[in-house]
């Protein structure tokens, strides 16, 4: 049965950084791009990056660029997300997702996405 596991989240104070992995069994994950998604409590569900299948190229969400960075491994079948300069407005459930491309996931809304993790919370506070 396909699944994704995100793993990584926890505690950190602000200025901190975190490394996110998302995890696929089941299928194989080099045949997806592979979104980042956060929702925060009352708040819609945003995307904050999409990888492409080889890993070529990588979109943002503007709030983020230049302080996360994704990554995969296909050979691993993983996916990361290295976040740095971590701000309390980043504090979330991080869920990572395949998708046929990443043209079909943005800031605030997305389709075909046949697969979804249950999420990671980061929590970013002194």
């Known amino acids: 049965q396909p699944q994704l596991v995100e793993s990584g989240g926890g505690l950190v104070q602000p200025g901190g950084s975190l490394r996110l992995s998302c995890a696929a069994s089941?299928?194989?994950?080099?045949?997806?791009?592979i979104g980042w998604f956060r929702q925060a409590p009352g708040k819609e569900r945003e995307g904050v990056s999409c990888i492409d299948r080889n890993g070529g190229s990588v979109n943002y969400l503007d709030s983020v660029k230049g302080r996360f960075t994704s990554s995969r491994d296909n050979a691993k079948n993983t996916v990361y997300l290295q976040m740095n300069s971590l701000k309390p407005e980043d504090t979330a459930d991080y869920l990572c997702a395949a998708t046929y491309s990443c043209s079909n996931i943005g800031p605030s809304e997305y389709y075909g996405v046949p697969y979804w993790g249950k999420g990671t919370l980061v929590t970013v506070s002194s």
């Open positions: 089941g299928f194989t994950l080099k045949t997806y791009a």
